[in-house]
Nanobody, 127 residues
Framework: QVQLKESGGGLVQAGGSLRLSCTAS????????MGWFRQGPGKEREGVSCISWSGGITHYGDSVKGRFTISRDNTKNTLYLQMNSLKPEDTANYFCAAVERMQFRAGYCPAKEYNIWGQGTQVTVSS
């Protein structure tokens, strides 16, 4: 059974840090490009950051550039998102997603093109 499972969310004060993980089962992440997406209350799902299958190409949304870092360890079948200098507006449910690696588009993270999704992990940033 193909599954992506996020972990690492929680409640943090503004300025704090969290590290999200996304562990895959039933598929080998080396065959997939990956992304982190988020959906806040009353908002559409947005691309936070995406990474090519090798990790050599990354993209960040403007709102998280310089604060978030995406990485992956294909030997552990795991994707990460290091989030620093968190702001209340980062509060959202964070999802990881996968797309076949040849479908990866450098330069942006189109949620509609990612077709394997996790259940999400909630991140809440208090002011």
């Amino acid at each position: 059974q193909v599954q992506l499972k996020e972990s690492g969310g929680g409640l943090v004060q503004a300025g704090g840090s969290l590290r999200l993980s996304c562990t895959a089962s039933g598929l080998s992440l080396v065959d997939y490009a990956m992304g982190w997406f988020r959906q806040g209350p009353g908002k559409e799902r947005e691309g936070v950051s995406c990474i090519s299958w090798s990790g050599g190409i990354t993209h960040y949304g403007d709102s998280v550039k310089g604060r978030f870092t995406i990485s992956r360890d294909n030997t552990k079948n795991t994707l990460y998102l290091q989030m620093n200098s968190l702001k209340p507006e980062d509060t959202a449910n964070y999802f990881c997603a996968a797309v076949e690696r040849m479908q990866f588009r450098a330069g942006y993270c189109p949620a509609k093109e990612y077709n394997i999704w996790g259940q999400g992990t909630q991140v809440t940033v208090s002011s």
